[in-house]
């Protein structure tokens, strides 16, 4: 079984451009949440998707956004890119029907904005 | 606001047991888990408590207590391949099923 896939797995960007992240769900999961990993802050919760619909979004700027499609594929977008938007992005995903819920990881999106 | 603390970091040895510790102060919980992210790799899922008490699960175990805030994850008979960050992260009650506070991570060194 094929685990969360996510796209690009690297890039580089410049201040001011945007970028867009793509992660694909374990087969049947329908809940996709994303993560923001930096060495200083950690994992920090960006957006959770159920069904199309945003169930929940943490505590980041506009800039942020993110849509799941109908096949549970997720995308996020960060717009005006900053320096201090550098972080491994992760995906992950979840069949919530389980006693845990437990989130799947993908292997992550790094950015680095120059 | 949410606040889950851990220790930045931690050694042991090849062999040993070592405790690592969670304390967390939410509004609200609905559940307790624990990661491991080796470097440049994904977090995996170890364990989930969300009733006091221990869980056991091979050489891993992991504790709660909802009245202290308080949970700790066990690794015994520990092996090089343990070296890796702890994340300790708490599901939030009233909160989306996915939706996790994270604290910043144990790093975990094993020594021969």
């Known amino acids: 079984k094929a685990g969360v896939t996510q796209t690009p797995r690297y890039l580089i960007k410049t201040r001011g451009q945007q970028v867009t992240l793509s992660c694909s769900p374990i087969?049947?999961?329908?809940?996709v949440s994303w993560y923001q990993q930096t060495p200083g802050q950690g994992l920090q919760f960006l957006f959770e998707?159920?069904?199309?619909?945003?169930?929940n979004k943490g505590n980041f700027p506009g800039r942020f956004s993110g849509r799941q499609f109908s096949n549970s594929r997720s995308e996020m977008n960060v717009s005006t890119l900053e320096l201090g938007d550098s972080a491994l992005y992760l995906c992950?995903?979840?069949?919530?029907?389980?006693?845990?819920?437990?989130?799947?990881f993908g292997e992550g999106s790094r950015l680095t904005v120059l | 606001g949410q606040n889950i603390d851990q220790p930045t970091e931690m050694t042991a040895t090849e062999g040993a047991i070592v405790q690592i510790n969670c304390t967390y102060q939410?509004?609200?919980?609905?559940?307790l888990f624990w990661y491991q992210q080796h470097a440049g790799e994904a977090p995996t899922f170890l364990s989930y408590?969300?009733?006091?008490g221990l869980e056991e699960k091979g050489r891993f175990s992991s504790f709660l207590s909802r009245s202290k805030g308080y949970s700790y994850l066990l690794l015994k008979e520990l092996q090089m391949k343990d070296s890796a960050s702890y994340l300790c992260a708490v599901r939030l009650a009233n909160s989306g099923y996915s939706t996790l506070t994270f604290g910043k991570g144990t790093m975990l060194l094993v020594s021969p």
């Open positions: 408590n969300v009733l006091d």
């Open positions: 939410t509004s609200g919980f609905n559940g």
């Open positions: 998707y159920f069904s199309e619909t945003q169930r």
């Open positions: 087969s049947g999961h329908r809940s």
């Open positions: 992950a995903s979840s069949l919530e029907i389980t006693y845990t819920g437990e989130l799947f």
